[in-house]
């Protein structure tokens, strides 16, 4: 809900209702408190159908005795956090087993689908997952965004014909510091924001990650998620993490999986790993909501916006996190499959995000921090322009200046705001 009292439409919900039509069981996973329930009650509603809530401990303890009662239906079975009673699984192939009809089951969860062992033996092939982000920026202002599909599918498009952007950089940083969960949307900036800040990520702790997997040094958690925090937009380095906070690295990386089945962080996958001998295989790490990602860097609104040096640094950062988690809300609303990653050659040259079709299509973009885009931003993408010729479609540089603009062949400085605009 926003703060008015509104519910915020959500673009996945046009998706997962096509995706009813096809598959006889869709799985919407993603972070606690980014709108799940609420979107699964939307679509129960439509049905006039009720919710299983497994979050709701009588439900749940009912559900554990007997998961074969609350899998029966005929139409749509809804279960929310269905995680909470895995052997809701075995119950749900069962009724497959009879009856494989398309639109059978919508469940939803706070964990990864692929991080529960029985998930992937009880339903393989029978179902579909899609992840709910945060809210998107369009998605928060009421705007319907289209950037990203253009851009993929509409390559001849005038990047450079709309109005001159208005934002500021002190409202691109309160845009960073909100982030998209609904909850954290809704408050005012400051301590209040900041406080539920912090009881989301002990809650998620305490709660999820500590049900998915006993782990014996829970104290140290937090330590190595602020570890994590200042890497956010870079190389994921667990061992450089680990020693930071005292632990073995193979438990430093048992942890950090454990915090991306929650949804807290996750990994781009390095792209084009055999498109050069010096292609790195590194992913970067990016947590999945810019303004959990500013909590953990403990920075204000005033000193991000502030034209020194570091806080650029730190700016740099976090506004790569928050496109980067613009773009990949946008692509899971595709109608297309489109492969997203980041290119970095083991020199040094690097592309923050690049979007492939299956045609083997590509479009690059880079993230800066500045107001203008320099000749010295454009080493990465010429690189790999060259690289791939034909294929590359374009390449766009995301700034915080006014205006979009061609650089040079298939390259647009382009403003951020961009990415949610409806133009």
């Not at 046009?14 to 996973?29: C, F, G, H, T, Y």
């Not at 939307?42 to 497994?54: P, Q, S, T, Y």
Request: charged fraction near 25%.
């Amino acid at each position: 809900m926003n703060g008015s009292g509104g519910i915020y439409r959500r673009r996945l919900e046009e998706v997962i209702q096509a995706r009813l039509d096809e598959e006889p069981v869709v799985v919407v996973q993603g972070a606690r408190t980014s709108g799940k329930s609420t979107l699964l009650r939307e679509l129960a509603d439509a049905r006039e159908a009720a919710v299983v809530d497994l979050d709701e401990p009588a439900t749940r303890d009912a559900a554990t005795a007997s998961p074969s009662a609350f899998a029966r239906g005929d139409g749509p079975v809804f279960v929310d956090e269905y995680q909470h009673v895995p052997q809701i699984l075995d119950a749900i192939k069962a009724e497959l087993n009879r009856d494989l009809r398309p639109g059978r089951y919508v469940l939803t969860g706070s964990t990864r689908y692929s991080s529960l062992p029985a998930a992937a033996q009880s339903l393989a092939g029978r179902v579909h997952v899609m992840t709910l982000w945060p809210l998107s920026q369009g998605e928060i202002d009421g705007e319907r965004e289209g950037f990203v599909e253009r851009l993929v599918f509409e390559p001849e498009i005038l990047l450079d014909s709309a109005p001159a952007s208005t934002t500021t950089r002190v409202e691109y940083v309160s845009r960073i510091l909100r982030g998209g969960l609904p909850l954290a949307v809704a408050r005012q900036a400051g301590v209040g924001r900041d406080r539920w800040f912090d009881d989301y990520l002990r809650v998620v702790i305490e709660r999820d990650v500590v049900d998915l997997s006993r782990i014996r040094q829970r104290e140290k958690m937090p330590v190595l998620l602020a570890q994590l925090g200042g890497q956010t937009a870079q190389l994921l380095n667990v061992a450089r993490a680990a020693d930071a906070v005292g632990l073995e690295s193979s438990t430093a990386e048992k942890y950090v999986r454990l915090l991306e089945a929650a949804f807290i962080v996750h990994r781009l996958p390095a792209w084009g790993t055999t498109l050069r001998a010096r292609a790195g295989a590194r992913p970067k790490i990016h947590f999945v909501d810019s303004g959990v990602a500013g909590r953990m860097l403990r920075v204000s609104a005033a000193r991000l916006a502030a034209l020194e040096p570091q806080a650029m640094t730190v700016l740099g950062h976090l506004l790569e996190t928050f496109c980067v988690g613009e773009v990949v809300k946008q692509v899971g609303w595709l109608p297309h499959p489109v492969h997203v990653g980041h290119w970095r050659t083991r020199d040094g040259d690097e592309v923050d995000l690049v979007l492939e079709r299956d045609d083997g299509a590509v479009v690059a973009i880079e993230v800066k921090a500045g107001e203008r885009v320099r000749s010295s931003d454009l080493g990465g993408m010429r690189k790999l322009r060259s690289a791939l010729g034909d294929r590359f479609l374009r390449g766009v540089v995301l700034h915080l200046g006014p205006r979009a603009y061609p650089v040079e062949d298939r390259v647009h400085a382009v403003p951020v705001d961009r990415l949610w605009s409806p133009r």
